[in-house]
């Protein structure tokens, strides 16, 4: 049988104090209690500690962190949405440029009318009337 | 709403509902903040640092845990990464870690306050989690990713330094 220190002893009855499983049995830890003037000491003060913990509790005091947390979210979340629909736009064309660098090949009239479609299809995605005429505009004076 | 609920649809990129989350969660988070910190400052920083990595690591939320639970890793990174950089506080004046219940005096509360401030973060953390949250050694174990060992360790060491710091001042 292992050999049972005050260390054990006590790690032990701070388990018991705790409602976990103790690694000694109670028998065990009341021997060595009853002949150690060290450790009743020590578990006078450690039932004192658990007393005094036991009278407090965590301050939750009042706290508004969601007007932060959002200005940073909204941010990062459209930050991450505009770059994508122009990227795409962007590699469109590009192919489109390449297809029509290559030699010996006609595509016809409709072909010719695929960077338009982009356009509009950019100005349909940013919700913008590119012909609309802002009233709103007024010239310095 | 329900936390299952809020955290499916802000998968699905519904970003008001981060806020239920955020506004169940706040104050605890905070109280956890502060316990190891012990700056209230900073835990406010550390709370709102944990929240926006939570929103950007949503979409790999295990359903399985609870969310207070995943988040309390994020949260805990936030704070051991805070502690690294500054300077350890000096004691404290007035209570901001505690409450006590009736019958207890406001010295006694700063008394254990001041002790709690003289231990690691680590052992800070495991006592208040312990001792004020209630878990058990197992789920200490699953909350800060350590042997059950460990744990009680922990817990004695922590302990110990408390008794010595604060149990002679009160028998005086």
């Keep these: 049988m292992k050999e049972i220190t005050c260390e054990d002893v006590l790690m032990s009855q701070m388990a018991a104090a705790d409602c976990e499983q103790p690694e000694f049995s109670r028998q065990q830890l009341s021997t060595h209690i009853a002949a150690c003037a060290n450790c009743q000491h020590e578990l006078k003060q450690s039932e004192a500690l658990d007393q005094l913990l036991a009278g407090h509790t965590l301050s939750e005091s009042r706290v508004d962190l969601w007007p932060a947390i959002e200005n940073r979210i909204t941010k990062r979340t459209s930050a991450a949405f505009h770059w994508r629909p122009f990227a795409l736009i962007g590699l469109l064309l590009v192919i489109y440029k390449l297809l029509e660098m290559l030699p010996a090949r006609d595509l016809g009239m409709a072909f010719k009318l695929v960077p338009l479609v982009i356009v509009v299809l950019l100005f349909v995605f940013i919700k913008e009337n590119p012909f609309r005429i802002n009233t709103e505009l007024v010239l310095e004076r | ?172």
């Design chain 2, 1 to 172: 709403m329900d936390d299952a609920e809020a955290i499916k649809r802000c998968q699905q990129g519904e970003q008001e509902c981060f806020r239920h989350l955020v506004e169940r969660y706040q104050k605890r988070a905070v109280a956890h903040a502060t316990a190891i910190l012990f700056n209230r400052d900073d835990a406010d920083d550390a709370v709102q640092e944990a929240f926006i990595d939570a929103f950007k690591a949503i979409g790999t939320f295990d359903t399985a845990r609870t969310f207070y639970q995943w988040f309390y890793v994020l949260l805990r990174n936030r704070c051991y990464k805070l502690t690294a950089k500054r300077r350890p506080t000096e004691s404290l004046d007035e209570s901001m870690l505690l409450t006590s219940q009736s019958g207890i005096s406001g010295e006694t509360t700063l008394g254990l306050e001041n002790a709690l401030h003289s231990l690691t973060a680590e052992e800070r953390e495991i006592v208040c989690l312990k001792y004020f949250d209630g878990l058990s050694y197992d789920e200490l174990a699953t909350h800060l990713q350590i042997p059950r060992g460990t744990v009680m360790s922990r817990l004695f060491n922590a302990r110990r330094r408390l008794q010595r710091k604060l149990v002679p001042e009160r028998e005086v």
